[in-house]
T-cell receptor, first 115, second 113 residues
Framework: KQEVTQIPAALSVPEGENLVLNCSFT??????LQWFRQDPGKGLTSLLL?????REQTSGRLNASLDKSSGRSTLYIAASQPGDSATYLC??????????????FGEGTQLTVNP | GAGVSQSPSNKVTEKGKDVELRCDPI?????LYWYRQSLGQGLEFLIY????????KSGLPSDRFSAERTGGSVSTLTIQRTQQEDSAVYLC???????????FGQGTRLTVV
């Protein structure tokens, strides 16, 4: 059974800092990995999707990396802003045909960026 | 609409009543997923639809839960004889094809009193 772990569970940083959020998964036979953010009381917003054949993806101040063999992904946020405050979730899709296309989620990292 | 739409956004129901939650996926998306997010917990997979294939119902927690997807578009999640432990945010997502980027709706917050 795929398990996804996110460390740290919570993180508080001053505005302007660069930061890294970590995601690890137990089954390396993934199809892809997706990072989301969730604001309080809201749904999930897709940030980045990394295919298993890719090493990283970038979108603006966000950079996500994937090391499939070690079962790890990181989300790097540059020059953090108070508006980045949210819960960040990573989710993986297994290659198993029988599991279909379900995403398995981590518990999330709650990020607070202080002005 | 441009995104995944869910209704209602909030639902309060009495224990024992049935509820229906609706999801309108992004137009043209063939895959549709339902997840549940309980307070302070992660997202729990419930059910997955892909085109005309049989749905993956392996995540449904009990036989009180069912879902259908009509015409390959709108989906309805039905919870019969609701219990207090059913209180959660129910999230729907869709993706263009199998294994492509998933987009989520804003969720339905269900409270069973």
């Amino acid at each position: 059974k795929q398990e996804v772990t996110q460390i740290p569970a919570a993180l508080s940083v001053p505005e302007g800092e660069n930061l890294v959020l970590n995601c690890s998964f137990t089954d390396s036979a993934i199809y892809n990995l997706q990072w989301f953010r969730q604001d309080p009381g809201k749904g999930l917003t897709s940030l980045l999707l990394i295919q298993s054949s890719q090493r990283e993806q970038t979108s603006g101040r966000l950079n996500a990396s994937l090391d499939k063999s070690s079962g790890r992904s990181t989300l790097y946020i540059a020059a953090s802003q108070p508006g980045d405050s949210a819960t960040y979730l990573c989710a993986v899709r297994l290659r198993e045909e029988t599991s279909g296309s379900r995403l398995t989620f981590g518990e999330g990292t709650q990020l607070t960026v202080n002005p | 609409g441009a995104g995944v739409s869910q209704s209602p956004s909030n639902k309060v129901t009495e224990k024992g009543k049935d509820v229906e939650l609706r999801c309108d996926p992004i137009s043209g998306h063939t895959a549709l997923y339902w997840y549940r997010q309980s307070l302070g917990q992660g997202l729990e997979f419930l059910i997955y639809f892909q085109g005309n294939s049989a749905p993956d119902k392996s995540g449904l927690p009990s036989d009180r839960f069912s879902a259908e997807r009509t015409g390959g578009s709108v989906s309805t999640l039905t919870i019969q004889r609701t219990q207090q432990e059913d209180s959660a945010v129910y999230l729907c997502a869709s993706s263009l094809q199998v294994n492509t980027e998933a987009f989520f709706g804003q969720g339905t917050r269900l409270t069973v009193v």
